[in-house]
């Protein structure tokens, strides 16, 4: 498989927090990123969802990719304080 679109596990924000998710290539119409899993865990701060994310991938032999900017993670902080 192209390495570029090899699965990886990242960090997202959702309705119960912060967790690790594992990402794969939907070939279909064109092919899109999709969730394909997610962790265990769901955490108030992106910190800890980090930590079981480089776990996860580390033993499942994927990358872990950083979620796609500190600037984001804060406007997902953000956005998680003011629900709260």
């Given at each position: 498989m192209d390495q570029e679109r090899r699965s990886f596990i990242t960090v997202s924000l959702g309705g119960v927090g912060y967790f690790?998710?594992?990402?794969?290539?939907?070939?279909?119409?064109?092919g899109f990123w999709e969730p394909y899993?997610?962790?265990v865990g769901r955490y108030?701060?992106?910190e800890k969802a980090i930590i079981?994310?480089?776990?996860?991938?580390?033993?499942?032999?994927l990358e872990f990719k950083e979620p796609?900017?500190?600037e984001e993670t804060n406007q997902q902080k953000q956005?998680?304080?003011?629900?709260e």
């Amino acid at each position: 498989m192209d390495q570029e679109r090899r699965s990886f596990i990242t960090v997202s924000l959702g309705g119960v927090g912060y967790f690790a998710v594992m990402v794969w290539w939907n070939p279909e119409l064109g092919g899109f990123w999709e969730p394909y899993q997610t962790g265990v865990g769901r955490y108030r701060t992106p910190e800890k969802a980090i930590i079981e994310g480089k776990t996860w991938a580390k033993d499942e032999g994927l990358e872990f990719k950083e979620p796609s900017s500190k600037e984001e993670t804060n406007q997902q902080k953000q956005v998680g304080e003011k629900k709260e």
